[in-house]
């Protein structure tokens, strides 16, 4: 049975509902239904809006990413360190790896604040923007899975995962630098044995992050660029 990342794609705009999708438990785990509430069908011709999640290990430069992501797409950015409960933080600041259960509420939390940007409200007049950026690790495909629920039911809503690629070394020296930051460099390596790459999951895109931040981010504009091409 293929899990709901290694699907093929679907033509554009497809129309999903959870009962169709292959999702294991092992990815549901205990809360996918619990408290998780999702999009009503939308009319036909409204249009399309992204979920651009910017997934890697800590220190590859989601937040740098996503903020770049938001100023070219002009769309809300979500950092996904500020949906984590205090005693993930806290855990994470003491070189303790998370496990499955301490983000599992993480992730349903940071998906549910996704679907509210795209929604209607008074925050944006009613007009709900075209995009939202998050930046969220989604080490794990089961992680990633968790995230694509944001998207079910809905036929105007797509999801894609931008995985930020940098070599072990560079990750190691990079969350060296952030002295402030509760990511400390022992959980790197915790962070790699976990990290599944995104490898045949057709909603993913795999963009190499060693080279200069000028070409960083040309080339994360570029491969949203291309992906929204496909849907004019």
């Known amino acids: 049975m293929l899990s709901a990342g290694e699907r093929p794609q679907p033509p554009h705009a497809p129309k999903v509902n959870s009962t169709s999708v292959p999702v294991s438990k092992a990815h549901i785990m205990p809360d996918l239904t619990n408290g998780a509430s999702l999009h009503e069908p939308k009319n036909a011709n409204a249009q399309t809006q992204h979920i651009w999640v910017v997934t890697g290990p800590a220190g590859c430069g989601k937040s740098t990413a996503g903020n770049v992501l938001r100023k070219h797409l002009g769309v809300p950015f979500l950092e996904g360190d500020d949906y984590h409960p205090a005693a993930n933080k806290e855990k994470m600041g003491q070189g303790i790896p998370l496990t499955d259960e301490d983000r599992w509420d993480w992730l349903i939390s940071l998906r549910q604040a996704a679907i509210e940007a795209l929604s209607p409200s008074e925050a944006n007049n009613n007009h709900p923007p075209a995009g939202v950026v998050v930046a969220c690790s989604a080490l794990k495909q089961k992680y990633r899975d968790v995230m694509r629920v944001a998207a079910y039911g809905s036929p105007n809503v797509q999801i894609h995962f931008v995985y930020l690629k940098l070599d072990e070394k560079v ?13 400390k460099s022992s959980m ?39 992906k929204l091409a496909e849907y004019e």
């Open 171 to 183: 990750l190691f020296q990079r969350v060296t630098q952030r002295q402030s930051h509760y990511m």
């Open 188 to 226: 790197v390596q915790s962070q790699l044995a976990a990290l599944e790459e995104p490898k045949g999951e057709w909603d993913a895109i795999t963009i190499n992050v060693e080279g200069s931040m000028e070409d960083v981010q040309r080339n994360v504009i570029q491969a949203v660029s291309e």
